[in-house]
């Protein structure tokens, strides 16, 4: 699997922005994906979470109810759409294939392991 991400730029605050991440797999609803990113001096960390077929996706709570990830498997594109961005929202963001995903059962928390990463595409959002 090969990750291609994109969309990333500089924006103010309120914006929004979508990411793409291109997958080059012959079958792409094989695969659970999520978005990570990477904020200058900090470690990566959970964006969300989709299910290979799209039914579930699952968030990290600093972008709950602005972010909305959703996929294409018959383009093999999933997408990352960001409302209402704010300067903390500033890092490079990367996608993945993801392995394991499931939720904990009783919390809001997913369980992952990360398989394959894109490169990162950078998103700033200034105040």
């Known amino acids: 699997v090969q990750l291609q991400a994109s969309g990333g730029g500089t924006v103010q605050s309120g914006a929004s922005l979508r990411l793409s991440c291109v997958a080059s797999?012959?079958?792409?609803?094989?695969?659970?994906m999520a978005w990570f990113r990477q904020a200058p001096g900090k470690e990566r960390e959970f964006v969300g979470a989709?299910?290979?077929?799209?039914?579930?996706?699952y968030y990290a709570d600093s972008v709950k109810g602005r972010f909305t990830i959703s996929r294409d498997n018959f383009k093999k594109i999933m997408f990352l759409q960001m409302n209402r961005l704010k300067p903390e929202d500033t890092a490079v963001y990367y996608c993945a294939v993801v392995r394991d995903l499931r939720k904990v059962r009783g919390t809001e928390e997913v369980t992952y392991t990360p398989d394959t990463w894109g490169q990162g595409t950078l998103v700033t959002v200034s105040s």
């Open positions: 989709i299910s290979r077929a799209g039914l579930s996706t």
């Open positions: 797999v012959s079958v792409f609803n094989m695969y659970d």
